[in-house]
């Protein structure tokens, strides 16, 4: 049989057949598509100004590209918040980390790392008759700056409260697609030194607010030689938490290691105070318009 | 501090400002002028309440520190090549223009707000016959006999409470005879009607305010359980008078509640009209309908008679604060969203949608001196002299009138689209 186009396909009635030729035609057209890309890719490496106009012209469209205009990207900060005693007065964080009531052992690994990240942090066991807002009280007594609630459910950690003290506000998370560090290959051990903070992409004034959390969250001064730094990357709204040690190998080359661990976050929740009054929510219809995102 | 918001140009007849969406070719700009005015507070300052009287037309404002100030609002008239739409308030400060000017102000009426505990005002309200009434969370009620009088030491009462018990909501009965008659409730402090002494009599002799009428909670839930009581806002209803009381409380709960001095002392109804049981903020009345905005971004739109729910007003996200009422035609909101919104009654369309950069606690609809006549005729005779204080209810025909050329416009368009349609589907068939 000779060549076979989509029009014949369309007559063959046997299923079977039509399968095998539908297969054929794609591999045909997958093998003319790798040739026409060598021989692109040997021109453009004859003259480089080819490929510059190539990748010119042909910009792709992404999600990200297309967002729907938002006129609180890049705005001052108006006003105070009640984040102002880190930034104005320089008060050191001192954060207090616990987990759900009968929580399992995800939760107390997680934890552990997490008082393994943030530098001065205490975990403390949770006890069921303590309600987050009886926490924050005591916390607040004895000068902690932030709560740090894990949540666990089914043995899988799916959530994390952080509360700034001592009036507020609230903020919670989903936590998806977490990975230890012993799964990461090749990672190294974090050191107890201060690491450097990156957030990315946080623009609107709900995601400096987020923003201004997780900066609340370190000590003011970084600990250069730890070479530590926790990036945390906002993209579609989703938070990517990760850690690395980075080395300066030469003038030009910059080797990273990864510590670990890997874990997504999703802002669901703003409320003022402890647990009060809700400043913004993450609701299905706020989807709606695939383009539009929040941070 | 406030802000004053004036959607000076529209982009289209018909569609408010928006700042939500990009100046283009498409949609020129969209020039929202945005003013501070009384700035120089903190948040330990912030205003709560803020009444637009429409007596005098000032703005009268209470703030946490114990402030309660009155502005004039007089130099804000379209001269500056703006027209005022809003003053719309809230906490943080810049700014320059000194347009509103503060013309009385009392101070330390009551302590500093410090923590949870302390004194707080909950309502501040103009009364019918024109009488700036505040009330406080622990039952203090301050009454000057006018805005001019602000400077002056007020009369105080206090409120018939028991110990612990808590004022959250506070409202004056309207008509002018009446407004000695208000209402009160709070978290466990079920709904109370009193009566306070007159305001003369008061200055020979210390009057006590008298109760008139005091509600009776719920009868038990079908598992015999106490329903419990927390009242976030007290409505009046229009034909109430001292004698035949009609209240509609609003709870924490998500509940409306309607009492009935005639028929008794328990709610005669107490239906849920938000759905998720979430804490009402605000309730305003609306062309003869209850508007209720709750802490989860929902404002709906409600039948008193049945506490069925009519409308909703969509758009927010989070606690919206305040609901303004423009003369039965417009609702303003304002929130922890940072938006201020402004809906048409009828057909529930968002025309005006500001970012203002903070929070804010309360929302005032000044005039809409641009009526829709006005910006019309600009657009069709440039240069053209903007006639002044267009008559109100002048406004409200001219509106229709826009609204049914829109539709007409929309009418065109579709029938245009579907013909198109129809011609390509034949061609394709063809």
Redesign the interface.
């Known amino acids: 049989m000779g060549a076979v186009d989509e029009q014949t396909l369309k007559g063959i009635k046997n299923k079977q057949k039509r399968q095998q030729l539908y297969a054929q035609l794609k591999h045909e057209h997958n093998k003319t598509r790798h040739k026409d890309r060598q021989a692109r890719a040997r021109e453009e490496r004859e003259n480089p100004e080819m490929k510059e106009k190539r990748l010119a012209e042909n910009v792709p469209e992404t999600i990200d590209s297309k967002r729907v205009y938002d006129e609180t990207t890049n705005v001052d900060m108006e006003g105070e918040d009640n984040f102002d005693s880190y930034f104005k007065e320089g008060k050191e964080p001192k954060v207090l980390v616990t987990t759900n009531a009968n929580a399992k052992k995800s939760a107390y690994e997680f934890a552990a790392m997490m008082v393994e990240i943030i530098p001065n942090t205490s975990f403390v066991k949770r006890q069921r008759k303590y309600t987050i807002k009886d926490m924050a009280e005591y916390c607040s007594n004895r000068d902690f700056t932030d709560l740090i609630v894990i949540n666990e459910d089914k043995k899988v950690v799916n959530g994390i409260t952080f509360v700034h003290l001592p009036e507020g506000p609230t903020f919670y998370f989903s936590i998806t697609s977490l990975i230890e560090r012993k799964k990461i290959t090749g990672h190294g051990q974090p050191t107890g030194h201060v690491p450097e903070l990156v957030l990315n992409n946080f623009t609107t004034r709900l995601g400096q607010s987020v923003a201004r959390l997780f900066q609340s969250l370190f000590p003011h001064r970084p600990e250069f030689e730890g070479r530590q730094v926790v990036t945390l990357h906002n993209q579609r709204d989703y938070i990517f938490f990760r850690m690395h040690r980075y080395v300066f190998r030469n003038e030009e080359k910059v080797g990273l290691q990864e510590l670990g661990p890997q874990f997504t976050l999703k802002l669901r929740r703003i409320q003022k105070g402890i647990r009060q009054d809700i400043d913004w929510e993450y609701k299905t219809e706020l989807e709606k318009d695939k383009r539009r995102f929040y941070l | 501090m406030f802000r004053l918001i004036s959607p000076a140009t529209f982009a289209k007849p018909g569609f408010g400002a928006h700042?939500?969406?990009?100046a283009d070719d498409a949609s020129p700009a969209q020039a929202v002028s945005i003013t501070t005015h009384a700035e120089g507070n903190?948040?330990r300052s912030k205003v709560l309440q803020l009444v637009h009287s429409k007596q005098t037309g000032n703005v009268i404002v209470s703030r946490l520190n114990g402030v309660v100030e009155v502005y004039d609002t007089s130099k804000l008239e379209p001269a500056a090549e703006q027209a005022k739409d809003r003053v719309e308030e809230?906490?943080?400060?810049?700014g320059t223009l000194d347009l509103l000017q503060l013309v009385y102000e009392h101070k330390g009426l009551i302590p500093p707000f410090e923590n949870k505990d302390s004194e707080t005002f909950i309502d501040l309200l103009v009364d019918d016959a024109g009488r700036v009434v505040v009330a406080t969370n622990k039952g203090s009620v301050f009454i000057w006999s006018g805005e001019d009088k602000i400077n002056n030491e007020p009369v105080k009462f206090t409120l018939p409470l028991n110990e612990n018990e808590i004022v959250e909501s506070f409202q004056v009965h309207p008509g002018k005879e009446n407004v000695n008659c208000v209402a009160y409730g709070g978290k466990e402090t079920d709904l109370r009607v009193v009566k306070l002494p007159s305001l003369e009599k008061t200055k020979k002799q210390k009057g006590q305010p008298a109760i008139i009428f005091k509600a009776k909670n719920l009868s038990n839930s079908r598992l015999e359980l106490r329903v419990p009581i927390h009242i976030k806002k007290l409505l009046f209803d229009k034909t109430s008078s001292p004698n035949h009381l009609k209240i509609y409380a609003f709870t924490q709960w998500g509940d409306m509640r309607f009492y009935d001095s005639a028929l008794g002392r328990k709610p005669r109804f107490s239906v849920l009209v938000l759905p998720k049981k979430a804490?009402i903020?605000h309730a305003i009345w609306l062309d003869g309908k209850l508007v209720v905005c709750d802490?989860?971004?929902i404002v709906v739109k409600v039948d008193p008679s049945s506490g069925s729910q009519i409308s909703k007003f969509k758009g927010h996200?989070?606690?919206t604060h305040a609901l303004d009422n423009f003369q039965d035609s417009i609702l303003a909101t304002t929130g922890?969203?940072?938006y201020v919104r402004a809906y048409d009654n009828e057909t529930r369309e968002c025309i005006v949608k500001v970012?203002v950069?903070?929070?804010s606690n309360a929302v005032a609809i000044m005039e809409d001196t641009e009526s829709w006549q006005d910006r019309r005729r600009r657009k069709y005779t440039p240069g053209a002299s903007r006639e002044e204080g267009m008559t109100r209810a002048n406004n409200g025909e001219q509106r229709e009138e826009e609204e049914s050329s829109d539709e007409e416009e929309l009418w065109n368009k579709l029938e245009s689209n579907i013909t198109q349609r129809r011609k390509r589907r034949r061609l394709a068939l063809a």
Do not use: A, C, L
């Open positions: 700042t939500s969406k990009p903190t948040r809230d906490k943080g400060s810049t804490s903020i802490n989860t971004g996200i989070g606690t922890s969203d940072r970012f950069g903070t929070q």
